[in-house]
T-cell receptor
Framework: QKEVEQNSGPLSVPEGAIASLNCTYS??????FFWYRQYSGKSPELIMF????GDKEDGRFTAQLNKASQYVSLLIRDSQPSDSATYLC???????FGAGTTVTVRA | GAVVSQHPSRVICKSGTSVKIECRSL??????MFWYRQFPKKSLMLMAT?????????EQGVEKDKFLINHASLTLSTLTVTSAHPEDSSFYIC???????????????FGPGTRLLVL
């Protein structure tokens, strides 16, 4: 079992819609979780981190963590074309990355 | 804040030569830096973890004699690809973790990456 698994996508959503990204992890002891965005040809940039169960909101982004079920998700509200990128879920301080979900927001 | 730079951004070299890539944390001190490699349309793969003043810890399958890592200061780590071959062509990305060590400090900040092409 891979340490971090993401729904592979690609995910296509219309502008203004909500994009929902999911990630599951195998190590029940993991404490810290990160969502990164990576544009084509660029390095990842941090969107959010979350440590506690529940929701964490930052602008149009909401991260949700459920440690009992070992999943973390990212919601992008009011999706914009500029949100089109690959989103990477990462776990722990020595980051283990998921394969990424490519999101395309259709204008 | 939390800016990480890499140099060079792009390098083309002949097979058999060595290439050095620098990773610098510009506005914070980083006890730990990480080196990743990313092939086209693939996720980032951790190559090694570099702690200031000590030997790097390499991930399984990564040849430590081929990918030399030096972390001589709290703001600089270097990756040297020795005797590079075409299969080493990839996007190499470093990241740095803030010295502060609190929960926020666990966050890694990525450099812009170095694209290596070995002919």
């Amino acid at each position: 079992q891979k340490e971090v698994e993401q729904n592979s996508g690609p995910l296509s959503v219309p502008e203004g819609a909500i994009a929902s990204l999911n990630c599951t992890y195998s190590d029940r002891g993991s404490q810290s979780f990160f969502w990164y965005r990576q544009y084509s040809g660029k390095s990842p940039e941090l969107i959010m981190f979350i440590y506690s169960n529940g929701d964490k909101e930052d602008g149009r982004f909401t991260a949700q963590l459920n440690k009992a079920s070992q999943y973390v998700s990212l919601l992008i509200r009011d999706s914009q074309p500029s949100d089109s990128a690959t989103y990477l879920c990462a776990v722990r301080d020595k980051l283990s990355f998921g394969a990424g979900t490519t999101v395309t927001v259709r204008a | 804040g939390a800016v990480v730079s890499q140099h060079p951004s792009r390098v083309i070299c002949k097979s058999g030569t060595s290439v050095k890539i620098e990773c610098r944390s510009l506005d914070f001190q980083a006890t730990t830096m990480f080196w990743y490699r990313q092939f086209p349309k693939k996720s980032l793969m951790l190559m090694a973890t570099s702690n200031e003043g000590s030997k790097a810890t390499y991930e399984q399958g990564v040849e430590k004699d081929k990918f030399l890592i030096n972390h001589a200061s709290l703001t600089l780590s270097t990756l040297t690809v020795t005797s590079a071959h075409p299969e080493d062509s990839s996007f190499y990305i470093c990241s740095a973790r803030d010295l502060m060590g609190d929960r926020v400090g666990e966050t890694q900040y990525f450099g812009p990456g170095t694209r290596l092409l070995v002919l």
